[in-house]
């Protein structure tokens, strides 16, 4: 499953997205992993999430995001849940990129039984009826 926020700036998606972190690890059955640009939510997030920065691991494109993706998850089956923050910081701003970065990750949740919520600066009516349907 895949869920996408989205909103312009301080429209409150990262609040959003801690809330929906702490409320999944309530009941999570596996390991729950966020990828952030930068080292922002070090303190908003429970410990038990592994934090990590896109920035170290200088990922720049939708392409090396999918592959470092696919990487987790084949590093660790038991990730039940991915949370990615502000996807234009770490791909671009970049509306057709960001529509198909999501397409594939509807495609590779439902192929490995994950849940992935992405949150992405922009007005929901720049994105397609195939992305507004994740909302």
Not at 16 to 28: P, Q, V
Not at 46 to 68: C, H, P, W
Request: charged share 20%; aromatic share 10%; net charge negative.
């Amino acid at each position: 499953m895949i869920r996408v926020i989205l909103g312009l700036k301080g429209s409150g998606k990262t609040k959003k997205l801690i809330e929906s972190i702490h409320e999944t690890l309530t009941h999570a059955n596996g390991d729950v992993v966020c990828i952030e640009y930068g080292k922002k939510l070090t303190y908003d997030v429970n410990y038990k999430v592994r934090l990590v920065d896109s920035q170290e691991y200088a990922i720049t494109n939708a392409a090396m995001l999918k592959g470092f993706l696919s990487g987790l998850h084949a590093g660790n089956f038991d990730i039940t849940h991915v949370f990615i923050d502000n996807l234009y910081k770490t791909i671009g701003n970049d509306v057709a990129a960001a529509e198909e970065f999501i397409s594939w990750c509807a495609n590779f949740a439902a192929v490995n039984n994950m849940n992935i919520t992405v949150t992405i600066s922009e007005s929901p009516e720049n994105f397609s009826e195939e992305v507004k349907k994740y909302l």
